[in-house]
């Protein structure tokens, strides 16, 4: 792919030979987690259950293979909504600044020996332990797992009505993008790199702005659009415009990252980049002819609509589940699955779970996916006494890309509390990090699966 501009480089890395050997400290997360091959005797008592499983996304795949493993006499179908849910989702940044290729993205290999049912969802019957598919046909199942990708939510539809990443409504500009689904991704490199080739051929010293907004969301979502302005800003220095670019920030939240360490680091980022940081600022409007972007901000008890100037402007979305599911009274009003307090089961249906980005816990990512994988087999294997409820303790591992040819760490619980695994500096920048997310992010969901 044209545009690979990034390098790594080793002038400036002074690697000593106590961190080398730290360096094997990330064994563990690419051990295989090997299942036990024989059943327990619980499992054994337990007749064979139909298991449908809502998205054939890397949460779904990998459950449906665990529960093979560990259960062959289950039945697991998943039902397939979207060819976009086989995707690499942690990649999209990638893409959209031409470190991956397109193709890059998808893992349709490891659907292989899985039962697809490529349908929508009309109706959830809970009460019946059924669901009614786009054919009309009924499915039943005895566990129904939720792995479903929430839809997204973009403040320019006029309804704000949620919609899929595959049959997203295509209505950004030239000068607008959201990274946040495939075709987005695609089209904010190809419209990123021709706003740069624009302003390289000017002659003029104005200063061109490049607007990003995020909104306030249930889960944690504001460390992709974080990264995408990093890399932005990498390509802009690497291109030698940083005097013809400004970036802004703007974010419907009170602070900038919700787990307070990481906020730290990243405001210390914004400072050296020279980035404007706007809190409590609320996208409500954009006006594509005068290049507007327009904002309710909030200030103590009242707000006040404001507008700002762009050049390019990127917007992340929130997100909300499938209508189908608020209508069967699967959803609390977050938007997300209505699960028991700090576990992964339905809160009314003791037979539903949910998985993955349906989840509104923290970052979904490899290690997050293998807590929660091994947290439902728990769940379904082991019998639980009425007294008894098993809080799900979940980790998230996500290496992030704030320099040129490095990252940090970024691990904590569901409790937003930082929770390192590797006996190093979460927040210190690492070529570690960079490499193992360009080349073996992959490989880490591969290997849990």
Known sequence: MKNRIFRNSSKSSNISRRFILQSFALLPFITINSDAKTQTDDEKRVQAEMVIIVGA???GVTLAQKIKKKSPSNIVKIIQTETEESSYLAGLNLVATGLWSFKELFFSDTLKNIDIIQSNIKQYIPNENKIIIGTQESVSYDKLIIAKEPLLQYILKKDFSPFSRETCIDFFDSNTCSAFYMAGAKKTYKNFFAFIKKIKKETTTQKHKILFFHPKTSNVSSHVSLELLFLFYMIIKKEKLEDKVKFEYYTAESKLFRVEKYNNVFLKEFTNKNIDLFLDHNLIEVNYEKQLAI????????????????NFLHIAPSFAMDQEMKEAGLVQKNNFIDLKTQTLEHSQYS???????????STYN?????????????SLYKKKTKRETKIFSDHSFYPMLVDDSKGISLEYNNFFKVQPRLQLKVTEKRWIWWLSKIYFTKYFYKFFS
């Open 366 to 378: 490899s290690l997050s996916l293998k807590n929660q994988c091994d947290y439902i087999l728990q």
């Open 295 to 310: 904002f309710n901000k909030k200030e103590s008890s009242r707000s006040e609509k404001v507008e700002f100037k762009y």
């Open 57 to 59: 996304t890397l949460a």
């Open 351 to 361: 037979n539903i779970y949910a998985i993955g980005n349906a989840v509104a816990v």
